[in-house]
C-alpha cells in the first residue's frame, strides 16, 4: 500500500540519508566526486534540512510503500521557489525516489498529489526545474503534461549546469 505524508523536523536524519542517497544515484555517474561531495554537503546538511524543514513556503512529503520511506518531495511556494514565478506558482524543487522503489508509479503518486495539493492553493501552475541531459526525467514529465518554459543555471559544485524549467498550467 503506497502512503504519502508531510515531514516534520522530527524526520530530518531520515530526509537527510534519503537525500543523499538518491541524489547521488542519479548524478554521480554524470559528475566529479569532488563536485558531488560539495553539493551534498551544503544542500543536505542538517543545518540546510532544518532551515527548509521550517520554512513556511516549503514542504516535505516522503511516498512510502508499507510504511517504508521510498521517496520524497520537496515544493516551495512564494518567495521560497528557486525562480520568481509568482505567488499562484508552486515548484516541485525536488522528486526522487530510492532505487530499489524506482518503476513502480511512486514518482508519479508524487507528482499527482504535488499537482492536487496545487488546485486546492488555488495555484495556476505547477513547476519544476530538469537536468538538460536528464532525458529520461524529460520523457517523465513531458507525459504528465508538462512542457518547456525556460532554463536557468544550477551550480554542481564549482560546475554550472543547465535545468530547463518544465511547467504545467493548471485549470
Not at 516522503?62 to 499562484?88: R, W
Request: aromatic share 12%; charged share 25%.
Amino acid at each position: 500500500m503506497i502512503q504519502i505524508r508531510a515531514c516534520t523536523i522530527a524526520d530530518l536524519i531520515v530526509l537527510q540519508e534519503m537525500s543523499i542517497e538518491t541524489y547521488y544515484d542519479t548524478f554521480a555517474p554524470y559528475n566529479s566526486e569532488k563536485n558531488m561531495t560539495a553539493y551534498l554537503t551544503s544542500a543536505y546538511n542538517e543545518r540546510q534540512l532544518a532551515k527548509e524543514l521550517n520554512d513556511p513556503n516549503v514542504r516535505f512529503f516522503f511516498v512510502g510503500v508499507e510504511g517504508i520511506p521510498a521517496g520524497y518531495m520537496k515544493v516551495n511556494v512564494g518567495t521560497s521557489q528557486t525562480e520568481s514565478l509568482g505567488d499562484d506558482s508552486m515548484e516541485v524543487e525536488r522528486l526522487y525516489i530510492r532505487p530499489s522503489y524506482k518503476r513502480q508509479g511512486l514518482g508519479s503518486e508524487l507528482l499527482h498529489f504535488a499537482v492536487d495539493l496545487a488546485c486546492q492553493e488555488r495555484k495556476r501552475a505547477v513547476w519544476l526545474g530538469v537536468w538538460e541531459h536528464n532525458e529520461a526525467a524529460q520523457a517523465f514529465y513531458a507525459s504528465e503534461g508538462f512542457v518547456r518554459t525556460g532554463e536557468h543555471s544550477f551550480f554542481m559544485g564549482d560546475d554550472e549546469q543547465t535545468d530547463y524549467i518544465l511547467t504545467k498550467e493548471l485549470v
